[in-house]
T-cell receptor, first 113, second 113 residues
Framework: ETGVTQTPRHLVMGMTNKKSLKCEQH?????MYWYKQSAKKPLELMFV???????ENNSVPSRFSPECPNSSHLFLHLHTLQPEDSALYLC????????????FGPGTRLLVL | DAKTTQPPSMDCAEGRAANLPCNHS???????VYWYRQIHSQGPQYIIH???NNETNEMASLIITEDRKSSTLILPHATLRDTAVYYC??????????????FGQGTILTVHP
């Protein structure tokens, strides 16, 4: 499946760094999502965008800042992260918000030192 | 959303049918049953979903009991590539869970040669 791509696939950053994760969907979908998957924990929904507007912010700390410049691209800007933020960050898209058939990217494996 | 209960792990021989159960005894009338799977180090993949009728697609079959309190995902001829974590998710089309997928711990299916 290459409908949803994510870059980079792996990222190591220090706590004072600023980095960005990128997601691109080639499916013509209108909704995009960020999920976090920590070791041995279930996937957690972080943010939802519908038609480039944020419709859900699931109590995520402000050191995570999403951006959706258009319906095909989604970014997650990271700054002053903590080691406990190390996780797999997954992007997904769906035809519209409220459609539970979501298509996921391969994820970015993030390590915060 | 209704809570789901799945066995933590199951084994299956290659070429045999894999039957993965899910209990959702508190499911309400407008809630759908979705199945996703996550192969190691990849993003989740949509498999199938249903409301009350049994469903079949190219990947699997979904059998929902008449009282809708449980369901079974059937992979008719399991292959080694079907080894993954399988998630049963119950979600509604409205309310506070609108558009959200809540992933639990899932069932780790291991297909043996």
């Amino acid at each position: 499946e290459t409908g949803v791509t994510q870059t980079p696939r792996h990222l190591v950053m220090g706590m004072t760094n600023k980095k960005s994760l990128k997601c691109e969907q080639h499916l013509g979908h209108n909704a995009m999502y960020w999920y976090k998957q920590s070791a041995k924990k279930p996937l957690e929904l972080m943010f939802v965008y519908s038609l480039e507007e944020r419709v859900e912010n699931n109590s995520v700390p402000s050191r995570f800042s999403p951006e959706c410049p258009n319906s095909s691209h989604l970014f997650l800007h990271l700054h002053t992260l903590q080691p406990e933020d190390s996780a797999l960050y997954l992007c997904a898209s769906s035809q519209d918000f409220g459609v539970e058939t979501q298509y996921f990217g391969p994820g970015t494996r993030l390590l915060v030192l | 959303d209704a809570k789901t209960t799945q066995p933590p792990s199951m084994d299956c021989a290659e070429g045999r049918a894999a039957n993965l159960p899910c209990n959702h005894s508190t499911i309400s009338g407008n809630e759908y049953v979705y199945w996703y799977r996550q192969i190691h180090s990849q993003g989740p993949q949509y498999i199938i979903h249903g409301l009350k009728n049994n469903e079949t697609n190219e990947m699997a079959s979904l059998i929902i009991t008449e009282d809708r309190k449980s369901s079974t995902l059937i992979l008719p001829h399991a292959t080694l590539r079907d080894t993954a974590v399988y998630y049963c998710i119950v979600t509604s089309k409205g309310g506070t869970s609108y558009g959200k997928l809540t992933f639990g711990q899932g069932t780790i299916l291991t297909v043996h040669p």
